[in-house]
Structure formats: C-alpha cells, structure tokens
C-alpha cells in the first residue's frame, strides 16, 4: 500500500468525523460511517475474540465494542492515537509490532472496514489466507468495500470534491456485485455471504441522521437490499 495512510491522513481523522456525527446528527460522512460501525457492531459479540485488522484511529473498538478486542493497523500515528484515547476498551498494535502467526485460531472474529478496495486481488487473498489461520473454525471475518456497481461513482466524486480527503488515486479495486461474488469464489475455505446497505436515503443524512436512519430501512426492506452503496462481506470459516 502507498504511504497515504501514513503521511497524508490527518492523526484520528474517521474517529473525529464519526464523533462529531454522533453529536450533531447530521452530515452524509459521519452517517456513512456510522452505519457501517453500526451494521458491523451487529457480529461483535459481547466477550468474544476479537480482532479488528486495518483499525485506523480504533473507533470501531472504543465507540462499538463490547467484545475483547485487538486494534491493528499500518500507521504507528493512528495506533498511537487509539492508545490515547481508547486503551481501556482494547488493545492497539502497529502491524510491525503484531506477528498474525502467534495468534493460530484464536479469534472468533475479524473485522476489516474499507481496506479491500485499497489492494490489488494477489495481496486481498493473501491477507484472507492469513487471517483465515488466526480464527477459529466457524469463525468469521466481516469487511466492507464500497459498491461501484450503483451510484457510488456518483457519491465517491462528490465526496472528493468537497471532502477533505481524495481516495481517487488510492482506489485499486472498485467492486461489484459481480466481481465481488468472483473474488469470494476464490476463499474456498469460506461460506461467503453479501449483503448490500447505504441506499440513496444517505443523502436524507445532509439534514438527520434520525430521518436517513428511517427511510434506509424502509428501502432496504421494499427493495429486499437490492440497493447499496456499500457491501458487508461475511466469511464463515468451514469446520
């Protein structure tokens, strides 16, 4: 991966946007945040193994956990910021000072948000054949990619155009539903199963979030989550 994560991400970035969403409930990219860390808080169970790769600033864990659970991540600043704020909820490890291979099924789950999209298919296997080793059998690895197949090409340009972050040059894969179902043919020691959220009800989250909340469930339930601008990905691990 390119040094984006280290040098041009501000230190606690997604863990600023997604408190001050929680505080003013409202803003299109706190609501995107904040409902996928609601949606994937769902498989974290409270007290089991858990472990969140590619954790950023630790949000995830310190606002939306109850499990036991471990942070890591690329970026020694965002670590260092987790540490900071919300060591008391997990711990946080830099990737250089956590070896995945000291840790053989020991976790019941694994969480990875928005990073598939930042690697090419060689290094997306190669890191699923990893964690693969670290969870037990019927464990699963839960992740999030965006969906390109809707209006997420739409959403992504507004995004940065007037967010203060631009991801177009570090976006390798732009997955969907098709070359999703594809990549996931390839872990042949996992149930793969895809599940589509965020409809157009994000853009209701300019003015609430209570208001986005509603009308996405009433869409997503119509429509059977047809639509979605994102994907959650569930990885059973076979026994």
């Known amino acids: 991966m390119s040094e984006f994560w280290n040098e041009n991400l501000e230190i606690g970035y997604y863990d600023k946007i997604v408190k001050d969403g929680l505080v003013s409930k409202r803003g299109i990219q706190s609501f995107w945040h904040i409902t996928t860390l609601n949606k994937v808080s769902y498989f974290i169970k409270k007290d089991i193994l858990h472990l969140d790769y590619a954790c950023g600033p630790g949000t995830l864990i310190g606002l939306f956990s109850e499990a036991n659970s471990t942070g890591v991540d690329l970026s020694e600043n965002q670590i260092i910021y987790a540490n900071r704020n919300y060591a008391n909820k997990g711990n946080f490890f830099s990737l250089d000072n956590f070896d995945l291979?000291?840790?053989?099924?020991?976790?019941?789950?694994?969480?990875?948000?928005?990073?598939?999209?930042?690697?090419?298919?060689d290094e997306i296997r190669d890191l699923i054949n990893k964690l693969e080793k670290c969870l037990v059998d019927g464990g699963k690895i839960v992740l999030t990619t965006p969906n390109f197949g809707g209006f997420m090409r739409i959403l992504e340009k507004l995004l940065n155009r007037f967010g203060?972050?631009?991801?177009?040059?570090?976006?390798?894969?732009?997955?969907?539903t098709s070359s999703l179902k594809e990549l996931n043919n390839t872990f042949i020691n996992f149930e793969a199963e895809i599940i589509k959220f965020l409809n157009l009800s994000i853009f209701l989250s300019f003015f609430s979030h209570r208001l986005a909340t509603f009308i996405e469930k009433i869409i997503a339930k119509f429509f059977n989550n047809y639509f979605g601008s994102l994907f959650t990905v569930i990885l059973t691990k076979k026994g």
């Open 101 to 121: 291979q000291e840790h053989n099924k020991e976790y019941e789950i694994i969480t990875i948000l928005g990073l598939i999209e930042f690697l090419n298919h």
């Open 164 to 176: 203060s972050v631009d991801y177009s040059k570090e976006h390798i894969n732009k997955f969907d």
